[in-house]
DNA sequence: CACTAATTTCAGAAACTTCTGAAATCACCG
DNA sequence: CGGTGATTTCAGAAGTTTCTGAAATTAGTG
């Protein structure tokens, strides 16, 4: 590996953690470094920079496009591929969060609703019923928010993360002063029950 | 593996998911198994049930003890552990989060931090510099969001995860009638940029 | 403080993943 | 359509992780 000292800490810490959650190393390496690269890479590139074998740059790359955390370049008259991220660290955590779920969340709900479909055959099984009935509804209320919220343009999402807890504060001020404005057209809103809140349904968007 | 088939298969499904993400097949399936027991287990119970090896057993619930996922519990005039898991799931939830943000994401920033300390050696460098402060202050951004969420209590977190992307609405919502409301006392919100919208700085909690 | 039973540790075996170099494939060019 | 160079595939080598049984340790008991 042959890279300047920045870089290169940047780089082993990304192929660190690759190995900490389901990615590799080497997976973990490629993309750190074209992360950071000021300009797209072609595999010798990455050959070059990493110290790795050919066959095992081309194989790290294909997982990456597997991913879609890549983005493919062409130089005119230059038939090499080269090998970016999108620019946007937005669209990557988007991106990100995106196949996470795809390959963790989406499988698990799947075979959750099929075991909660069979007739349980003892209170043993029951109860684990019941148990995967908990985990499968948390589970959906996660993701119900996450496609919600994963369509918002990125000056939104900010916006959203940067008030944090507050807004259930906030929410309160609303309903009172929604509440106070309207004059009690139908009932109040009062105490609020975790389930389904959804006030303000607007057709729009 | 001895296990009635509902059960089985949520174990099974769990080692999978368990190899997926950095957690290894035996402690998935250990966890998964904790989770819909109907009672507290032994490491014997789950040697049985699971058909392993006693030392495989205790090595794993080890690693669910440092995980903080698994409860210990004792019997009276019975000197062996007993384990489950918390009943409450949103608590799983918390403490999954905690944990896999000690473990993949603080030691991240403060990898970046250090490399942003010193001092760039090259133009590629400083680019390179220049991408890992965007990651950076995208980490911070979304861990400082976690931090002041975390904190909420249950029925709360549930109402705000129901309320998804609608909340950007009641904002501009609730600026219109707060600003109408008070008559423009100083000046009016307008566009929000996308970093510190913080309106409402209660001191309460 | 020896005995017993539960539990943990650990060295090496088994299983699995990653990585490589050689061979196969692909895609353009004359 | 044969040649050239880039790229991919793949069988097996190298490396890593997981799992086991045997030995060591811990903790309670008479």
Redesign the pocket.
């Known amino acids: 590996m042959n890279l300047p000292p920045l870089i290169r800490s940047f780089v082993l810490h990304f192929g660190e953690m690759g ?1 900490r959650w389901g990615i ?3 997976v973990g390496q490629i993309y750190a470094l074209l992360y950071v690269a000021p300009r797209p890479l ?3 590139d990455i050959v070059e920079a990493l110290g ?5 740059v ?5 997982e990456l496009q597997a991913w879609n955390l890549v983005v493919l370049k062409h130089l005119p008259d230059d ?3 080269f090998f970016t991220t999108p620019d946007d660290v937005w669209q990557i955590l988007r991106t990100l969060a995106e196949e996470r779920k795809k390959r963790e969340v989406d499988p698990t709900l799947s075979v959750l609703r099929e075991i909660l479909m069979q007739p349980a055959g003892s209170e043993e099984e029951a109860h684990a019923q019941r148990r995967m009935a908990e985990m499968h509804d948390l589970i959906e209320q996660l993701t119900t928010w996450y496609d919600d919220v994963k369509r918002l343009e990125t000056e939104r999402l900010a916006t959203l993360l940067s008030l944090g807890s507050k807004i259930t504060r906030l929410l309160e001020t609303k309903d009172r002063i929604v509440s106070f404005g309207r004059a009690r057209k139908s009932e109040r809103p009062g105490e609020r029950r975790s389930g389904g809140a959804t006030p303000g349904k607007d057709p729009e968007e």
């Open positions: 190995s590799n190393r080497t072609c595999a010798d790795i074998s050919r066959s095992n081309s194989m790290s790359l294909r038939r090499r591929d």
